[in-house]
């Protein structure tokens, strides 16, 4: 380990690795406000992200809780069906699977510290080879949980969640837990153990499954209902882990309608809700929501968050935007400050983030060949958000918006409204209270238009 000269005179040093610096970026980026204008001495300092900043009474990086993923920024090669490799990763070439594995993560976290980004998130196959048999694939992904243990430590940055990967390799082509073959059921548990371990072990705020190969083409050779038995099954015996090894983090399903399957069994908020009832596990497990699935699912990203507050199942974001005209998860780092807003609303609405965070499960267009493109794409996310949490802020202190919903359902608090939901009445009760009282409901209007321009003034 060795240290680089940091460019701004008072700024932390940046630990990294025997590669030396990957970015340019000598120092932590810095909250330099609004009025920052980039120089070639600071190319970049956050106008918005003011970490320490109190907002409704905590901390900004407590309300935001941002998280870096290793997959698309490190793993990532810039491929698309019909292209290359266009980004050059030095840690991809060079040395053997390990050593490449360590330069990665000494690279990862070089860039965690320049963004100064509390935490991050991985699959065990970002981190660490494939091993000949099971064994050596989990040993290998210890081996680099030893390694982040000690990078954790020395910089200050946490796990916001670990996952498996489940999807890539071809033994789950057909599905994990929903294969035909209980023995890829079994491999894929063996594989969830080793990753719920080490996620324990690294202090990990939250445990996620994205079922990507859960689901289906066709019918003509699929049991739909044999394989979300199996799925409840899957997800009863992580629960079971993880009461038995102590994890004390949150157990997150993230739902996804298609892609890669044709028909994914977690579509959406209300589909994984009505699947953990079934199973008895909506109190075990809470959801993930990517910005870009609730698109895909024809969902706004504010509706399925809060679908998942109002059902008690809201656990953890991902932020990553799609792209309008494009029907497939482009993964792309969030840029639009009223989208984020919105969204951000709704989290605060229902009592903050918790104990999940904002991913940003993002990756740089594969044009962005540059490693400084890296931490721009970050850090300029970083500040949307960042941006997009005190729009949020003022919506909520302004408190117009929930004036207006609260003057909407105020008949619900009067004695009739509530004596309906308390169920005091049955429908002959009601049809004798409309005739007796002549009961004529007037129409109201909902103002959508008036409080939509009162958004636009918070931005
Ligand atoms: C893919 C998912 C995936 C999960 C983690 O679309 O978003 O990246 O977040 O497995
Ligand atoms: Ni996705
Ligand atoms: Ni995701």
Known sequence: MNATPSSPSAAPRIVTGPHGPYFSFGGPLRFRGEGFVAS????????????????????????????????????????????????????????DAMQQA???????????????????????????PEGATLAESNDNVKRLADVFEEKMAKTGV??????????????????????????????????????LEATHRLGGANYVLWGGREGYETLLNTDLGRELAQMGRFLALVVEHKHKIGFKGQILIEPKPAEP????????????????????????????????????????????????QALGIFGSLDMNRGDEMLGWDTDQFPHNVQQVALAMYQVLQGGGIGAGGL?????????????????????????????????????????????????????????????????????????????????????????????????????
């Open 40 to 95: 070639a001495g600071e190319p970049f300092a956050y106008r918005w992200y003011d970490k320490d900043r109190l907002v409704l009474g905590r901390r900004m990086e407590d309300q935001l809780r941002m998280a870096a993923c290793y997959w698309h920024s490190f793993v990532g090669t810039g491929t698309d069906p019909f292209g290359d490799a266009t980004f050059a990763r030095p840690w991809h070439d060079g040395g």
């Open 102 to 128: 360590l330069h990665k993560a000494d690279v990862a976290f070089e860039m965690f510290q320049v963004l100064g980004v509390p935490f991050f998130t991985f699959h065990d196959r970002d981190i660490a």
């Open 158 to 195: 946490r796990l916001l969640w670990g996952t498996a990967n489940l999807f890539s390799h071809p033994r789950y082509m057909a599905g994990a837990a929903t294969n035909p073959d209980p023995d890829v059921f079994a491999y894929a548990a063996a594989q969830v153990r080793n990753v």
């Open 261 to 308: 399957t044709k028909h994914q069994y977690d579509f959406d908020v209300a589909s994984v809700h009505g699947f953990l009832r079934t199973y008895g596990l909506e109190h075990e497990v809470k959801l993930n929501i990517e910005q870009n699935h609730a698109l895909l699912a024809g969902h706004t990203f504010e509706h399925e968050i809060a679908l998942a």
């Open 359 to 459: 991913n940003f499960d993002a990756k740089l267009r594969r044009q962005s060949i540059e490693p400084d493109d890296l931490v721009w794409a970050h850090a300029s996310a970083m500040d949307v958000c960042a941006r997009a949490l005190l729009v949020a802020e003022k919506m909520v202190t302004d408190g117009a918006l929930q004036r207006h919903l609260q003057a909407r359902y105020a008949g619900w608090e009067g004695e009739r409204g509530r004596a309906i939901l308390e169920g005091r009445m049955s429908l002959e009760d009601l049809a004798r209270e409309v005739e007796q009282h002549r009961l004529e409901p007037r129409p109201r209007s909902a103002r959508q238009e008036r409080l939509e321009h009162l958004v636009a003034g918070y931005l």
